[in-house]
């Protein structure tokens, strides 16, 4: 059971826009920043956003992320078929005193 | 490039040892915080741990489960990062991904703990 909340499964169409949440406590996500990662099948995590809302080099505008509260969200516009992968969202916990991850969404692209 | 290389996974009896290494490239590796992150099959994204530079003081940071069995250590003259596992059991078995870590703390926001370079991992199977 992990200690950041996630849907399981998401799923949309290409071109549209889909949203993942994540939420957590105010140990977590209520008290620090928020990353997302995208892991395709067989390969390594990558970086999406970082700091909430930060998106690295090379990573698409058209993923973004938001937090409020003890919640945090991502969403990507204009899906697309390479869209298709886990989404892992993760934040550091101060009672756990160490990064905790959400148990990943699987998204689907219908 | 910037880039991670893990190796030293494989099978291993219950109650044995293991060291996995990670060999770092394209960036200045003494200056970096690392971290280990596990993935069980089928399963998510568990940290390990994490050794700072030896700038801000080398020091080591452990998951609950991982701590007095797990080690991790850094080579700044060879680039690399070590993971020694002992008292290996079943739950252990994972795909283990060292990372480059960027952490700083601001009052404003908290902690900030990300992940931006990864290996591609080696496997780790406990299994008699």
């Known amino acids: 059971q992990s200690v950041l909340t996630q849907p399981p499964s998401a799923s949309g169409t290409p071109g549209q826009r889909v949203t993942i949440s994540c939420s957590g406590s105010?140990?977590?996500?209520?008290?620090?920043?928020v990353n997302w990662y995208q892991q395709l099948p067989g390969t390594a995590p990558k970086l999406l956003i970082h700091?909430?809302?930060q998106r690295p080099s090379g990573v698409p505008d058209r993923l973004s992320g938001s937090k409020s509260g003890t919640s945090a969200s991502l969403a990507i516009s204009g899906l697309q078929s390479e869209d298709e992968a886990d989404y892992y969202c993760?934040?550091?916990?101060?009672?756990?005193?160490?990064?905790?991850f959400g148990g990943g969404t699987k998204l689907t692209v219908l | 490039e910037v880039q991670l290389v893990e190796s030293g996974g494989g099978l291993v009896q219950p109650g044995g040892s293991l060291r996995l290494s990670c060999a770092a490239s394209?960036?200045?590796?003494?200056?970096?915080?690392m971290s280990w992150v596990r993935q069980a099959p089928g399963k998510g994204l568990e940290w390990v741990g994490r050794?700072?530079?030896?700038?801000?003081?080398?020091?080591?940071d452990y998951a609950a489960p991982m701590k007095g069995r797990f080690t991790i250590s850094r080579d700044d003259s060879k680039n690399t990062l070590y993971l020694q596992m002992n008292s290996l059991r079943a739950e252990d078995t994972a795909v283990y991904f060292c990372?480059?870590?960027?952490?700083?703390?601001?009052?404003?926001?908290?902690?900030?703990?990300?992940?931006?370079?990864w290996g591609k991992g080696t496997t780790v199977t406990v299994s008699s």
């Open positions: 990372a480059r870590t960027h952490t700083w703390w601001l009052r404003s926001v908290g902690q900030h703990y990300y992940m931006d370079v």
């Open positions: 394209g960036f200045s590796f003494s200056d970096a915080s």
């Open positions: 050794i700072n530079s030896e700038t801000d003081g080398g020091t080591t």
């Open positions: 105010s140990s977590n996500i209520g008290s620090n920043t």
């Open positions: 700091s909430n809302n």
């Open positions: 993760a934040a550091w916990d101060d009672s756990l005193n160490g990064p905790v």
